[in-house]
């Protein structure tokens, strides 16, 4: 139930989120000066926040929305699958996003 | 519900508007760019986190890449027809006053495929070298 609200919380997120990927690719294109604003803004408080925010969003869409695929194959409709399977997208979401920042913190992209 | 006669049957309400023929493409549409999307958005995040810490030369030579180029469209088309076909359910579930849902609905598509046009054009002007 709360997965499922979820689901589309974070859809509605990761469409805003897809504006602002494409305000990159236009900065990236107008030129370096644009550029050095979007990663000057990506290094910042609050873009690592944002950043941070995004990577979990698009981790628990990404298993959730598994979750619903296989849900649409007829796959994992008892309660206790269901609430299961609930319980993946959720805690799998924070390993993904742990795992996604752990690259970012590696390869020096964190604060 | 106004809008119809409420002496009339249901079948008297329906007859004259034909089927739609196409109930289920929205639902398979969804789902398609959907499983397009685990792909190209796992590959989307990949290329982002391996650009962290590249220059603006470098940036611009990884997107110009054409295998890059090519994802990365793919990826910003199916994104942005993904997100429409989704906020247009949200919408049709919780927006209910007639002109309100429909402006929405509209707001949300040419928002959509204006990001998209702006987005592919970037992709293709560092592509391309204009």
Known sequence: MVTSILHRATGVVLSVGSLLIVAAL????????AWACVT????SWFGQLVLFGWVWTFAFHLLNGVRHLLQDAGWGYAIAQFIR???????????LTALAWGLVVIRGGAL | MSGFDRFRTP?????????????????????????????????????????IGADYAAACAAVAHPFNAVLLIAF???SFWHA????QVIIEDYVHAPILAVTSQLAVRFVCVLATLAGVL???RIALGA
């Open chain 2, 84 to 87: 429409q076909l989704g906020l």
């Open chain 2, 76 to 78: 910003l088309v199916t």
């Open chain 1, 26 to 33: 236009v900065a990236l294109a107008a030129g370096p000066e």
């Open chain 1, 85 to 95: 399977n609930s319980w993946i997208s959720v805690i799998g979401s924070f390993v």
């Open chain 2, 122 to 124: 970037a992709v293709l």
């Open chain 2, 11 to 51: 079948l008297k309400n329906a007859r004259g508007l034909g089927s739609a023929k196409d109930g289920v493409h929205h639902f398979v549409v969804q789902r398609a760019t959907a499983i397009a999307l685990f792909f190209l958005g796992l590959y989307f995040v990949g290329l982002a986190i391996s650009l």
């Open chain 1, 40 to 43: 000057g803004l990506a290094g």
